[in-house]
T-cell receptor, first 113, second 113 residues
Framework: NAGVTQTPKFRILKIGQSMTLQCAQD?????MYWYRQDPGMGLKLIYY???????DKGEVPNGYNVSRSTTEDFPLRLELAAPSQTSVYFC????????????FGEGSWLTVV | KQEVTQIPAALSVPEGENLVLNCSFT??????LQWFRQDPGKGLTSLLL?????REQTSGRLNASLDKSSGRSTLYIAASQPGDSATYLC????????????FGTGTRLKVLA
């Protein structure tokens, strides 16, 4: 059972570089989310999507972009990486039904140096 | 704007002790509240989900309560074990036309053998 799959798990970027964090889910969930978690802090929502072709900003969207061309995939793009983007990134998904739980990937550890 | 707070930030208890973790939220207009467990270097695993119409949920040694009017939830862990050591996060799902989960900063629990 794959669930929510994130790649890569670890990455070191230099300041100014760009990269894409991949996220895929095989549960046919409508909603997908990207969160970041800084040490000792809770999760902050970066972007979310309620379905293919629909995305919206969360609490901390600056420096990131997303796309949702299919139900399964929700990549997060970092443009011009900055040290402030050093964090752990979690992708998650949930069904349309508001009463259902949210499923998380294992996380992607990103360091910008 | 919904804010979620968890107290205490960290807790150490001897094995076998019963303990309570607290979660408070500022906006009572929620769909549900969830408690998650996060092990070091891992993603989040849902423990209990309480719908807004419910007062509590139980799973094994875990019991979560919800008091929407006061904006509080508690997670009760009975007969704690070293394997319960982890960070516990609560999250609320709002009703403001979106389906975003807002997370607390977590309580880091250590159960001493």
């Amino acid at each position: 059972n794959a669930g929510v799959t994130q790649t890569p798990k670890f990455r070191i970027l230099k300041i100014g570089q760009s990269m894409t964090l991949q996220c895929a889910q095989d549960m046919n969930h409508n909603y997908m989310y990207w969160y970041r978690q800084d040490p000792g802090m809770g999760l902050k929502l970066i972007y979310y999507s309620v379905g293919a072709g629909i995305t919206d900003k969360g609490e901390v969207p600056n420096g990131y972009n997303v796309s949702r061309s299919t139900t399964e995939d929700f990549p997060l793009r970092l443009e011009l990486a900055a040290p402030s983007q050093t964090s752990v990134y979690f992708c998650a998904s949930s069904p349309r039904d508001t009463g259902n739980t949210i499923y998380f990937g294992e996380g992607s550890w990103l360091t910008v140096v | 704007k919904q804010e979620v707070t968890q107290i205490p930030a960290a807790l150490s208890v001897p094995e076998g002790e019963n303990l309570v973790l607290n979660c408070s939220f500022t906006d009572s207009a929620i769909y549900n509240l969830q408690w998650f467990r996060q092990d070091p270097g891992k993603g989040l695993t849902s423990l209990l989900l309480i719908q807004s119409s419910q007062r509590e949920q139980t799973s094994g040694r875990l019991n979560a309560s919800l008091d929407k009017s006061s904006g509080r939830s508690t997670l009760y862990i009975a007969a704690s074990q070293p394997g319960d050591s982890a960070t516990y996060l609560c999250a609320v799902k709002g009703t403001s036309g979106t389906y975003k989960y807002i997370f607390g900063t977590g309580t880091r629990l250590k159960v001493l053998a």
